[in-house]
């Protein structure tokens, strides 16, 4: 209970952007779940024994790492990866928190190497799209499919804008059609969204399509009903990064305004500029 409670605080600060508090705490909460696990190894004899809550903790120590642009945030990650079953809902969550980290480093190399076991062994864009698609519904999902979605397009393009094309490219650029071609079209709710909507419009507005764009930009506000500060300054934000990829100098100051705004009311007390750089990893 306790550690579970340190791991609530941990989000808690992450929220805020107070990475430097979330950070220490869950490295605190690594070490008591070490611990645990040697005591649980030497009550019943099995060293495996806790591992997955073990595993859990270095997971969220990586993500701690991660928002600091810590390098550190890789082999918590990678070590976290070797506590749990590989088809377990653990393993694919923590796979995904290394695919974001190697997103935000750049790391089109690395990012590659493990998409392809995410994605079930696909390397080509357009099969591990149908493979998440496929893999993400059922009685027993491999992940949640919107968020196996959000790393795809996220690695797609910032990594990889040359891979869409084709069919893909259609496909993505009609996306509600496509989640009901495919039948899940119960996924389009709810966070990450907003920020997928994002993406989309980008996308949309790189191709020239500028009424798909501002659909996509509309949506990204709309899909979530009475979000809270910190969704509405996710919302912000990715209005700003797009009126800035417009060049809406005008649009993109006032989103910035409104972003910084919801999350002072979220209890951040963070400088502007401190906030603006913070908005990374899974917040972008």
């Known amino acids: 209970m306790y550690l579970r409670t340190l ?13 430097e508090a979330a950070k220490e705490v869950a490295e605190i909460i690594v ?4 611990e645990l696990r040697q005591m649980r190894g030497r009550l019943f004899g099995n060293e495996a024994a806790g591992s997955v809550t073990y595993g859990r903790a270095l997971s969220q120590c990586g993500q701690a790492y991660a928002f600091l ?16 079953d590989k088809s377990s809902a653990d393993y694919f969550i923590t796979l995904s928190y290394l695919l974001h980290y190697y997103i935000e480093q750049g790391d089109a190399k690395k990012y590659d190497e493990y ?20 893999a993400g519904q059922g009685d027993k999902p491999r992940f949640t499919l919107k968020f196996a979605f959000f790393v795809f397009l996220k690695g797609l393009c910032k990594l990889h804008r040359d891979r869409i094309k084709g069919s893909l490219r259609t496909d993505l650029l009609e996306i509600e059609k496509t989640f009901r071609r495919y039948h899940v079209e119960d996924q389009m709710n709810g966070h990450p969204w907003e920020i997928l909507y994002k ?18 930009m509309e949506k990204s506000a709309s899909i979530i009903k009475n979000g809270g500060p910190i969704i509405e300054a996710i919302v912000a934000n990715g209005k700003r990064e797009f009126m800035q990829l417009t060049g809406d100098k005008d649009a993109a100051s006032q989103a910035e305004h409104d972003m910084v705004e919801n999350f002072c009311k979220s209890g951040s007390e963070l400088s502007d500029e401190e906030i603006v750089e913070r908005l990374c990893y899974m917040y972008d």
Request: net charge negative; aromatic share 16%; glycine share 4%.
């Open 7 to 19: 791991n609530k605080y941990s989000v808690w600060r992450n929220d805020v952007l107070d990475f």
């Open 31 to 34: 070490i008591y779940a070490d």
């Open 69 to 84: 642009k810590d390098t550190q945030a890789e082999e918590s990650f990678v070590e976290a990866l070797g506590h749990f």
């Open 115 to 134: 998409a392809a076991i995410y994605f079930g062994g696909e390397k080509d864009a357009h099969k591990q799209f149908d493979f998440l698609m496929k």
């Open 199 to 216: 993406y989309l419009a980008i996308l949309a507005h790189q191709q020239r399509k500028e009424d798909i764009a501002k659909a996509y």
